[in-house]
């Protein structure tokens, strides 16, 4: 070959790495879009809306909260209800357990007369209630977090669901058919694409928290938690973010909770978060949708307030987050993953904003820009302050308000399987 004629494994190199042939592409990094939902949701939203100087102090108040505390993902499993091993019979329970984590709030004012379940001489509502069910079951050696169990209707019959979710009151779970419904719709295709394991799908997703949460979406029915606003549809996933992240805090970001992306799961958009924000006076409700939380009138899951009220508060606990990291830099979330120097350049985004004196909105115009982050190794590398513990501490202080009376607003009534 003369010193003029291109070498053709060169050529063939360029060609690979260009996508031009030779083989796939490299395929894109996994997006749940969740975000970019939020964002138009908020850029479009009318009876919701930001302040953006009370969402900048609930920043500095939350990261100086959450140190105070000393808050992060050990938490989750010191929780006397969360199982404590860490192998894959803890994976099943986190699948079961999300996968029925929804609606729990009662239609009865009179706290003694609301679902509650009776388990090691407590009683106990809410999510947690849910929590004690699955661990009370499985004490009766009723593999409740079977999905081969689930789909054997001669077995797992609605008698004995209902016996695992008997309340210490009258008032049963709420939604109990859809929460059968579930339990058999993943059991089966479980069964049928992932030889029965949940395993399988965190496998699949190759260590991204994205990947998992669209593979959620697209393949359980019960997890496409999505609608349609303002002629797009818009993305919330609730349940599999969450999901994605019980696994994360759990195993402490090893193992199975493993996920070189983790940063890309927000806030999810439930009935606790918005309530909470609002009592930090970061969202503001118009007059007509403050008077029907306040008189506890019902919102359809889908309806334009409901989908007003959760997705701008993704971006508000995003904005919180955006804050916290410009303020205390050192809360960055870092991959574990990347191993060369140039795989280091991570994409950020910081947030101007301007009140708009007409309707208090707060706009938010983005900037992009590049910043070198530096790898970091080792156990419960890059543990930071992310989305994903803001939401907790969120609702942990909203919980805690709620048992002292200090509500300023009640949440937002809406029934359905996403949240």
Request: net charge negative; proline share 4%; charged share 30%.
């Amino acid at each position: 070959m003369s010193d003029d004629e291109a070498d053709p494994e060169l050529l063939e190199l360029l060609r690979k790495s260009l996508g031009l042939g030779g083989g796939p592409a490299t395929p894109p990094p996994a997006e749940t879009k969740v975000l970019e939902s939020a964002r138009y949701i908020f850029d479009n939203a009318v009876d919701v809306a930001l302040n953006m100087s009370k969402t900048k102090e609930a920043a500095e108040t939350i990261w100086r909260r959450m140190q105070e505390k000393e808050y992060s993902t050990k938490m989750w499993s010191e929780h006397e209800l969360h199982p404590k091993s860490k192998d894959e019979s803890t994976v099943d329970f986190i699948f079961t357990m999300d996968l029925l984590n929804f609606s729990f709030w009662s239609d009865t004012t009179d706290e003694s007369k609301r679902f509650a379940i009776e388990y090691r001489g407590r009683r106990w509502t809410g999510y947690w209630s849910l929590v004690a069910a699955l661990q009370r079951a499985l004490d009766e050696e009723i593999p409740i977090t079977s999905p081969d169990f689930w789909i054997n209707e001669d077995e797992c019959t609605e008698e004995l669901l209902r016996h695992v979710f008997r309340s210490v009151t009258y008032e049963e779970i709420p939604l109990f058919q859809e929460r059968v419904q579930c339990l058999r719709e993943a059991g089966r295709v479980l069964y049928e694409q992932f030889d029965s394991s949940f395993t399988n799908c965190i496998y699949d997703a190759n260590h991204s928290a994205a990947a998992l949460v669209n593979l959620l979406a697209e393949n359980f029915p019960c997890f496409r938690d999505e609608a349609v606003f303002e002629g797009r549809r818009v993305r919330f996933y609730k349940r599999a973010q969450i999901l994605v992240a019980d696994l994360w805090a759990c195993f402490e970001g090893e193992g199975y909770g493993d996920f070189h992306d983790i940063d890309k799961i927000t806030m999810f958009a439930d009935y606790r978060i918005p309530q909470m924000l609002h009592q930090l006076g970061c969202l503001m409700y118009s007059p007509p949708l403050e008077s029907h939380i306040r008189q506890l009138k019902p919102l359809p899951s889908g309806s334009t307030w409901e989908v007003e009220l959760r997705g701008t508060s993704i971006w508000c606990v995003e904005l919180i987050r955006q804050e916290i990291e410009r303020r205390h830099p050192e809360t960055k979330i870092i991959s574990t993953h990347d191993d060369k120097d140039d795989d280091d350049m991570k994409v950020d985004h910081e947030y101007s904003f301007d009140e708009e004196a007409e309707n208090g909105k707060v706009l938010a115009d983005m900037k992009t820009r590049k910043k070198r982050g530096k790898n970091v190794k080792g156990k419960n590398a890059g543990l930071g302050v992310n989305a994903i513990l803001i939401d907790f501490f969120l609702y942990d202080t909203m919980k805690e308000l709620e048992r002292e009376g200090q509500e300023t607003i009640p949440h937002h009534r809406t029934r359905s399987i996403w949240y």
